[in-house]
């Protein structure tokens, strides 16, 4: 006689929780649907995906970002009519960019290009200052991304830091490539007002050799860019 019974008001509430989870799941489940249904167009509109499915936030609409504390020393683009694979076997093999472009040059050490080996670059800017035009640096790998992010830093240089990076984002049948120097340090003014716009120059001119090697070696069968060296 003493058993007391569920009220007819905790049953509704335990019914209103019920339901409550219930709700918040199916909302869950239908925007974690939406989101995946989304990937697609992220990538049409240039929100690049590497191979795990995760978003590049290096190719969000405007390019990679600054870092802070940093100053966007040049900042150029180009869309190739190529895949990013044969722009990264080109990008690679440093000792062939002689070969199809007159603004850089450059060549391994020792080995192969991995992050923290160093290379030399000879760089001419042909429009810079007679006595700035030509220059060899002594350059560190330190970031490698197969196919999707390639940056070098020079050494030994005081008074300036400064990153080199490609970064290549696959859109549809093509493949925008961003070519930028980031700088910090209490040179960089003064290299700014002396050669950026020179440096913007053949950064133009070596992307545009840079599509015309990438189509070229993709229309012809059986021609390919060679493995990096």
């Known amino acids: 006689l003493g058993e007391r019974r569920p009220s007819l008001k905790s049953a509704r509430q335990v019914s209103a929780s019920t339901s409550t989870v219930v709700h918040m799941a199916r909302s869950m489940v239908r925007r974690l649907a939406f989101a995946a249904a989304l990937l697609p167009a992220f990538s049409m509109a240039g929100l690049t995906t590497n191979s ?19 100053v966007r020393f040049v900042n150029t683009s180009i869309e190739i009519q190529a895949s990013s694979s044969t722009i990264w076997s080109l990008l690679m093999n440093l000792s ?32 810079a200052p007679w006595y700035l035009r030509r220059s060899t640096m002594l350059m560190e790998y330190f970031v490698i991304h197969a196919r999707e992010k390639v940056c070098w830093r020079p050494q030994l240089v005081p008074g300036l ?3 080199h990076c490609f970064v290549l984002c696959p859109v549809a049948n093509r493949t925008v490539v961003y070519n930028y120097e980031d700088q910090h340090g209490f040179m960089q003014p003064a290299t700014q007002r002396n050669l950026g716009d020179a440096t913007r120059d053949g950064f133009l001119r070596f992307n545009a050799n840079l599509s015309t090697e990438s189509v070229r070696r993709e229309a012809i069968p059986g021609i390919e860019a060679q493995p990096p060296k």
Do not use: Y
């Open 52 to 70: 795990t499915g995760a978003l590049r936030l290096d190719c969000w609409p405007g390019g990679p970002r600054v870092p802070d504390g940093w």
């Open 96 to 127: 062939s960019w002689r070969e199809w472009n007159d603004v850089f040059a450059a060549s391994m050490i020792a080995g192969e290009p991995q992050e923290g080996k160093d290379f030399i670059m000879d760089a001419f800017l042909s429009t």
């Open 161 to 163: 830091h400064g990153e």
